[in-house]
């Protein structure tokens, strides 16, 4: 059984950054693909940024070019550093891990197996 912990979430300001870790259990993170989805108040969950295993890294088109995807397999931890916070970037923001993830499906929930419990993300204006 996997189990990831997220921590980092905060309240910035508008413009400000924030690094959201995302902690891993389990002897297999260096094979393992992840993922960053988020939540907004009354509106559905849905994809951020992921990172396979083996390197290639997709993002939503959102937060292309302001959030960056990265993993240290030594910690077994899965970064996700945002730059230049908008308001609209307010959600609980959730660690995805797991699956079996394709240049085609890495958008979909359904795809990771494991997940975090959230961590909140509050960027004021």
């Known amino acids: 059984q996997v189990q990831l912990v997220e921590s980092g979430g905060g309240l910035v300001q508008a413009g400000g950054s924030l690094r959201l870790s995302c902690a891993a259990s389990g002897r297999t993170f260096s094979r393992s693909h992840m993922g960053w989805f988020r939540q907004a108040p009354g509106k559905e969950r849905e994809f951020v940024a992921a990172?396979?295993?083996?390197?290639?890294?997709y993002y939503s088109d959102s937060v292309k070019g302001r959030f960056t995807i990265s993993r240290d397999n030594v910690k077994s931890t899965v970064y996700l550093q945002m730059n230049s916070l908008e308001t609209e970037d307010t959600a609980v923001y959730y660690c995805?891990?797991?699956?079996?993830?394709?240049?085609?499906?890495?958008?979909?929930?359904?795809?990771?197996?494991?997940w975090g419990q959230g961590t909140q993300v509050t960027v004021s204006s």
């Open positions: 990172l396979l295993w083996y390197g290639p890294s």
């Open positions: 995805a891990g797991g699956g079996l993830l394709s240049g085609s499906n890495y958008h979909l929930g359904s795809s990771y197996v494991y």
